[in-house]
Protein backbone atom coordinates (compact mmCIF):
# COMPACT_ATOMS: atom_id res chain seq x y z
CA UNK A 1 0.00 0.00 0.00
CA UNK A 2 1.72 3.66 -1.03
CA UNK A 3 0.87 6.66 0.88
CA UNK A 4 0.94 9.43 -1.28
CA UNK A 5 1.06 13.08 0.02
CA UNK A 6 -2.36 14.31 0.91
CA UNK A 7 -0.65 18.08 2.23
CA UNK A 8 2.34 19.77 2.82
CA UNK A 9 3.19 22.74 4.87
CA UNK A 10 4.95 24.40 7.70
CA UNK A 11 5.51 21.65 11.08
CA UNK A 12 2.44 23.57 12.92
CA UNK A 13 0.20 23.56 10.13
CA UNK A 14 0.85 20.14 9.28
CA UNK A 15 0.48 19.14 12.99
CA UNK A 16 -3.15 20.35 12.98
CA UNK A 17 -4.15 18.60 9.55
CA UNK A 18 -2.52 15.07 10.87
CA UNK A 19 -5.14 16.10 14.40
CA UNK A 20 -7.90 17.13 11.99
CA UNK A 21 -7.15 14.23 9.68
CA UNK A 22 -7.09 11.60 12.46
CA UNK A 23 -10.08 13.03 14.77
CA UNK A 24 -12.23 11.75 11.21
CA UNK A 25 -10.67 8.52 11.44
CA UNK A 26 -8.35 9.13 8.60
CA UNK A 27 -4.88 7.53 9.47
CA UNK A 28 -2.23 9.54 8.92
CA UNK A 29 1.95 9.72 8.95
CA UNK A 30 4.15 12.91 9.00
CA UNK A 31 7.42 12.90 6.69
CA UNK A 32 9.96 15.69 6.85
CA UNK A 33 10.49 17.79 3.34
CA UNK A 34 13.96 17.51 2.83
CA UNK A 35 17.25 16.68 5.08
CA UNK A 36 18.07 19.35 7.70
CA UNK A 37 20.99 19.99 10.03
CA UNK A 38 18.51 22.04 12.04
CA UNK A 39 16.09 20.32 14.54
CA UNK A 40 12.94 21.51 13.28
CA UNK A 41 12.13 20.92 9.80
CA UNK A 42 13.28 23.58 7.86
CA UNK A 43 11.29 22.69 4.71
CA UNK A 44 8.32 21.82 6.37
CA UNK A 45 6.03 18.55 6.52
CA UNK A 46 4.36 16.22 4.13
CA UNK A 47 0.77 14.70 5.66
CA UNK A 48 0.72 11.50 3.69
CA UNK A 49 -2.44 8.88 3.91
CA UNK A 50 -3.06 5.74 2.59
CA UNK A 51 -4.10 5.56 -1.21
CA UNK A 52 -7.13 4.29 -0.63
CA UNK A 53 -8.28 7.58 2.07
CA UNK A 54 -6.55 10.27 -0.41
CA UNK A 55 -10.18 11.15 -1.81
CA UNK A 56 -11.92 10.96 1.68
CA UNK A 57 -8.79 13.06 3.19
CA UNK A 58 -8.89 15.69 0.37
CA UNK A 59 -12.39 15.95 0.84
CA UNK A 60 -12.41 16.91 4.42
CA UNK A 61 -9.44 19.24 3.81
CA UNK A 62 -11.36 21.20 0.99
CA UNK A 63 -13.99 21.82 3.77
CA UNK A 64 -11.76 22.64 5.97
CA UNK A 65 -9.90 25.70 3.31
CA UNK A 66 -9.76 28.84 4.98
CA UNK A 67 -12.37 31.68 4.42
CA UNK A 68 -11.42 35.09 4.04
CA UNK A 69 -10.93 36.62 7.38
CA UNK A 70 -13.52 38.88 8.12
CA UNK A 71 -12.74 42.09 9.65
CA UNK A 72 -14.92 43.26 12.28
CA UNK A 73 -15.29 47.10 13.18
CA UNK A 74 -14.42 48.39 16.57
CA UNK A 75 -17.25 50.41 18.34
CA UNK A 76 -15.80 54.13 19.34
CA UNK A 77 -14.77 54.78 22.89
CA UNK A 78 -17.14 56.72 24.81
CA UNK A 79 -15.10 59.24 26.91
CA UNK A 80 -16.56 60.12 30.50
CA UNK A 81 -18.47 63.68 30.51
Do not use: N, Q, T
Request: glycine fraction near 8%; charge should be positive; hydrophobic fraction near 40%.
Amino acid sequence: MSWPVCWSGPAPEAHLVKGFLELRGVPCLLRSGGPSIYPVPAFGLRVLVPEDWLPIARKFLEGRRRRPARVLPLAPRRRPA
